[in-house]
């Protein structure tokens, strides 16, 4: 499913960081999954839900009733969370192209 | 445990050479991809694999060739090298259907970054 994310955001230090991610044409069997990347490495997975809410020890994600959106939330950002974060929506069946959208820049000041 | 390996780390090539991209992974995934990354850019899909024997195009395949023999191996081929494609290039992988986690789970290599003169 084509999805659509900020750009760029910009925070703080100890700040809560919330990125929204769209997916309106998401499919019933799609999950929606959360990737960080560094500069000069791969991205790596954060988390990934189908609906309601799901928390693990970096990140909660927030999926609506609807599905049609979805929010990557990192709590008290610190400054290597400083990093370019994708959501990928997706069935997870394995035969199907995963095609990532552009990602969000999020910038960590001090 | 190595995960998913990418050789060579850098390359350059003058136009119109060919060369391969190797990516290689010991987690038995089913599922295997190979992305590129322009400067700034996000990730763009040029080949992905269901398993052994079965390939597809993703959304830039031109100029490229893929083939898997084997689960673990997946190289990535250049045939004729052009400046457009300068780029860093991830392969990555996942459980297929039936997996642990699911598909899109995929673990990323290190990258590969080609510079084409």
């Known amino acids: 499913a084509k999805t659509t994310q900020p750009i760029s955001m910009d925070s703080y230090e100890g700040q809560e960081v919330n990125i929204t991610c769209s997916h309106n044409?998401?499919?019933?069997?799609?999950?929606i999954t959360w990737y960080q990347q560094f500069p000069s490495q791969g991205p790596r997975f954060i988390i990934q839900?189908?609906?309601t809410k799901v928390t693990n020890e970096v990140a909660s994600l927030f999926i609506p009733a609807d599905r049609k959106s979805s929010t990557l939330s990192l709590p008290r950002v610190s400054l290597s969370d400083t990093a370019v974060y994708y959501c990928l929506v997706g069935a997870n069946t394995g035969f199907q192209k995963l095609v990532f959208g552009t990602g969000t820049r999020l910038l960590v000041s001090p | 445990n190595a995960g998913v390996t990418q050789t060579p780390k850098f390359q350059v090539l003058k136009t119109g050479q060919s060369m391969t991209l190797q990516c290689a992974q010991d987690?038995?995934?089913?599922?295997m991809s190979w992305y590129r990354q322009d400067p700034g850019m996000g990730l763009r899909l040029i080949h992905y694999?269901?398993?052994?024997?079965?390939?597809d195009q993703g959304e830039v395949p031109n100029g490229y060739n893929v083939s898997r023999s084997t689960t673990e191996d997946f190289p990535l081929r250049l045939l004729s090298a052009a400046p457009s494609q300068t780029s860093v290039y991830f392969c990555?992988?996942?459980?297929?259907?039936?997996?642990?986690?699911?598909?899109?789970?995929?673990?990323f290599g290190a990258g590969s970054r080609l510079t084409v003169l």
């Open positions: 694999s269901v398993g052994a024997g079965i390939t």
């Open positions: 044409n998401i499919a019933t069997n799609d999950y």
């Open positions: 987690m038995n995934h089913e599922y």
């Open positions: 839900g189908y609906k």
């Open positions: 990555a992988s996942s459980y297929g259907i039936g997996g642990a986690t699911g598909a899109n789970v995929l673990t």
